[in-house]
């Protein structure tokens, strides 16, 4: 009992000892804040531009470096473009080449509304067709190495180049160049039957006779293979130079029989020989020729460095010809894209809208000069180089010599003209 009465006095006391504890308050958990929210423009739409040149076959390392000049001047200057909320995104096409495949590929470009632009051709035998393509669509198209006359003579608001013209190239730069400088007075004229090839050979012979020379020969062939007949006349002519208007994948194969033959005439070629590919096929039989062109190897150009540095670092090659005048006519049209967005209250403009504002180019200082575009889309003066090939090694193609370097205005652009390029 009495163990029980102390057992029961502990148990009070206890009790009134907890109560008189005040009980702990227990801590908030805190909640993490939120991150802060990255303000990013609401993205409206999607803005493309095409490119069209020959990503496969015989003159692929040309169309490829145009389509890489475009794509690296999407990705360094697309940020104007973005910063208004379109995503900006190039689609490469691959014309081969051929007309056919060009004009099938405008004709499905045309139906995606989201693009606003194309930069091509290589050809101007693919550019002339599929631009009767774009015209109908307002979708506007800037070359960086298409030269026939009749690629701009047309008179079309959505065809423009930023390179120079045939009938400038093969009369007062290649015929001039071989008469006045080169003193040859007798030429056999080659061509291989396509727009570019004939135009520019019929440009040259046209010039050639008229500052006294003789042409002993001209004519049209398709050979890839085996050049012998056209050899064997060749030499029964005896010319002091050959002009060959065509590509370097046809062009070398000659060059390189004629040479293994005996052939010691001069070489001479339009920009149609201005490719590394070309030594990689000739040799040394091309050594000491000369060719003109209407794009200079980026090397020559003053403010082409960093474009040199910059292309070599993202494809892990030196840029072919033409890559630098990709490079200027995509990022003339992003700047007309941006004007034209700006000029429709943000809002992404009308096809027509950014032809009128790349028509609308003046003074743009590009990596190849400043360009201006004149009434039919020809720059007001463009430049005209003629090249000495030092090497035999694709390698050194870079090195080729500047043998002399022109910067002419197109010829006026008359109703004629425009008629002889079969435009009423």
Known sequence: MKFSRILMALTVFSLLLAACVPAATPTPTQAPAAPAASPTPAVKGTIKIATQSPLSGDQAALGEGIKNGAQLAIEQLKGPIEALGFKVELVPFDDQAKPDVGVANAKQLVNDPDILAVIGHLNSGVAIPSSEIYKDYDLVMVSPANTNPCVTDRGYLVVNRVCGRDDVQGQVVAADFAFNELKVKTAFVIHDKTTYGQGVAEFFKKRFEELGGQVLGFEGTEEKANFDPLITAIQAANPELIFFGGIYSQAGVFFKQAREKGVKAIFLGPDGMDSSELVRIAGDAVVGMYYTTVAAPPTALEGAKKFVEDYKAKFGKDPEPFSAQAYDATAIVLKAIEAAIQEAGG??????????????TKDFQGITGVITFDERGDPVKAKYFVMKVVSGKPEDWGKNVV?????????????ELKAACGVK
């Open 347 to 360: 809002q992404k403009p009308s096809r027509k809208a950014v032809a009128e504002k790349v028509r609308a």
């Open 403 to 415: 043998a002399k370097t022109l910067e002419l205005a197109p010829p006026p652009f008359t109703p």
